[in-house]
C-alpha cells in the first residue's frame, strides 16, 4: 500500500528538530508537511523507489528521510555535526562541507541549500555539486532566486521561519520559495 501524504507529514514531523547552530549556514527547519508535499511531487515525477538519493545540506535529515519512506536508498550530507548526529540516526552519513567531500554518483539529489543570504554565492556550490553527481536535481530556493539553471517549477509554497537567530526581529517570518527539478 502506498505511503498517504498524511503519514508522511506526520512521520516527517516527528523527527528532532534541526539544532540550528549556525546563521552563517544559514539553518532553518522545515517543515514536516512542506517536505511532504514537495517529495511526494518529486514521487509522482522521479518515482524514488528503488534509486539512490543524495541529501545535500541535510539538516536534521528531514528530506532524505522522506525520500528513505518512500522506498530511495539515502546518503545524508551535512556539516554541522550536531545534525550529522541526527542524520546518522537515520541512515549513512557524509559528514563535511559540500565542495569538500567526495560525493557518490546517485540517481537523485534533493536539497534545501543555503541561499547565499548571509554568503553570497553559497547555493553555488551545491547547484554544482549536484550536477556533477547525478541528472536530476530537486531544489528549494527562494521564490524570488532568478540565478538558478534552468528547470521546471514543481511547486511553490510558503516557508515558515521561527525565530531562531538573534538578528530576527518578529516571533515568526516566512518566506516563498519555489521548489524546482533541474536536470543536466
Not at 545535500?56 to 518512500?70: E, K, M, R
Request: glycine share 8%.
Amino acid at each position: 500500500m502506498p505511503l498517504r501524504l498524511r503519514h508522511l507529514a506526520m512521520a516527517l514531523s516527528k523527527l528532532p528538530r534541526h539544532p540550528c547552530n549556525a546563521v552563517e549556514l544559514e539553518q532553518y527547519q522545515t517543515e514536516g508537511d512542506l517536505a511532504a508535499n514537495w517529495l511526494m511531487r518529486i514521487d509522482a515525477i522521479d518515482s524514488l523507489a528503488g534509486k539512490k538519493v543524495l541529501d545535500l545540506g541535510a539538516g536534521n535529515g528531514i528530506l532524505g528521510h522522506g525520500a528513505s519512506l518512500l522506498g530511495a536508498d539515502v546518503i545524508f550530507v551535512e556539516c554541522d555535526s550536531n545534525a550529522a548526529t541526527l542524520c546518522r540516526d537515520l541512515g549513512e552519513t557524509i559528514e563535511g562541507r559540500v565542495g569538500e567531500v567526495e560525493l557518490p554518483d546517485v540517481d537523485i539529489v534533493i536539497t534545501n541549500p543555503p541561499w547565499g543570504v548571509q554568503t553570497h554565492g553559497a547555493d553555488r556550490i551545491f547547484i554544482d555539486s549536484a550536477l556533477g553527481v547525478a541528472p536530476i536535481l530537486h531544489i528549494m530556493h527562494s521564490a524570488q532566486a532568478s540565478h538558478l539553471p534552468e528547470g521546471d517549477l514543481i511547486m511553490e509554497a510558503e516557508f515558515r521561519m521561527p525565530a531562531t537567530y538573534a538578528h530576527h526581529t518578529s516571533k515568526t517570518g516566512s518566506t516563498n520559495v519555489a521548489c524546482w527539478r533541474i536536470t543536466r
